[in-house]
């Protein structure tokens, strides 16, 4: 009984001054000091506020908290209780979420949030079934290949050491069948990797290649959106259930205001880090239609690998079930 009490008391990994208190010890790999962080910031003060000051939030931004791996371990073990997690760490806690990020299965913004909206509700209470609440999605943008040799052609990537998340021994396993050559590694030593060449390659938003100054030594960016780079503020349900409802009401808007500002940001900012990057030295590598042809016929013959072992099969089949009634009726998509 004294265990159980135990384990449930660092289960609600928050520091309370009183019992009325409540500090939300939140972590995310958003670059401190960015205008995501700013958002974030803000959030934090909303939540005080609609609070009454009975709930604040202590930021860790910039990964210093460790890879989203990190972070959900942590969550589960109660020493830090939310987050602002990418698809990756969304996939630790269900692999469902994986089916917003299958490679080139969406072209679009509006058709990839056209599925999130069908899938949501799902995806939510598998999430919450987990023991985590989603407040609200965000997104980091699309996905593109940066490199330190132009990669315009599949080939021409499986000549360089590729980052890969740590700890996705499917990825990898994926990456290698594409004939790829995967280098496991944290984000957070993403830099150090490119810097020792350790790698030469790795996919990112183009905000977060210009935030994180990865770009410095990888300065050829190809012209192919790969995948959308989804994401979740998320909270460990033992801390969530600590705030009264009424206030939980006033939280989840103001984090779905929060992920709103954000995708807004990413999404009028893409174009405009590209040219930031191109000032600096960055050469955008053009896809043509051939060699779009060949990314296409590359990750769709990969798709079988996908469905059941990256994305539970279902999963994947009821997102592409909705992302082909979302082109039934929208005959063309917006980016």
């Given at each position: ?6 384990a449930?008391?660092?289960?609600l ?16 790999l ?13 959030m ?53 979420v994986n089916?917003?990020?299958v490679p ?46 132009p ?19 499917r ?16 984000s957070t ?17 183009p905000?977060?290649?210009?935030i ?18 989804l ?21 989840r ?40 042809r ?26 592409v079930r ?14």
């Amino acid at each position: 009984m004294r265990a159980f009490a135990l384990a449930a008391l660092v289960a609600l990994g928050a520091t309370t001054a009183t019992a009325q208190t409540l500090t939300v010890k939140m972590a995310t790999l958003v670059p401190q000091g960015s205008s995501w962080h700013r958002i974030l910031q803000e959030m934090a003060e909303e939540w005080k506020t609609a609070s009454g000051g009975k709930v604040t939030v202590r930021l860790y931004p910039g990964g210093v908290a460790g890879d989203d791996a990190d972070v959900v371990r942590k969550m589960r073990l109660g020493t830090l209780n939310a987050s602002l997690l990418t698809a990756s760490g969304l996939g630790e806690i269900d692999k469902s979420v994986n089916a917003l990020g299958v490679p080139m299965l969406y072209s679009s913004y509006d058709e990839i949030y056209g599925v999130l909206d069908a899938l949501r509700p799902g995806l939510e209470a598998k999430i919450a079934a987990k023991g985590f609440v989603v407040l609200g999605w965000a997104d980091g943008g699309w996905v593109h290949f940066f490199a330190q040799k132009p990669v315009a052609r599949p080939d021409d990537l499986r000549t360089l050491k590729l980052f890969s998340w740590a700890n996705d021994t499917r990825q990898v396993e994926l990456l290698k069948a594409a004939r790829f050559n995967p280098v496991p590694l944290p984000s957070t030593e993403l830099a150090t990797g490119l810097q020792t060449g350790l790698v030469q390659a790795f996919g990112a938003p183009p905000g977060v290649a210009l935030i994180a100054q990865y770009f410095n030594r990888a300065q050829n960016m190809t012209d192919l959106d790969w995948q959308m780079l989804l994401g979740a503020i998320v909270v460990a349900k033992p801390a969530w259930d600590q705030i009264p409802p009424d206030v939980q009401v006033k939280l989840r808007a103001a984090a779905e205001t929060a992920c709103k500002r954000l995708r807004e940001e990413i999404k009028a900012g893409a174009s405009r880090d590209v040219e930031a990057m191109k000032k600096r030295g960055l050469t955008v590598v053009p896809v043509d239609a051939a060699a779009r042809r060949e990314w296409q016929q590359l990750i769709e013959g990969l798709y079988p690998r996908i469905r059941g072992a990256i994305v539970p099969a279902d999963a994947f089949d009821e997102a592409v079930r909705a992302r082909d009634a979302w082109r039934a009726a929208h005959k063309a998509g917006s980016r």
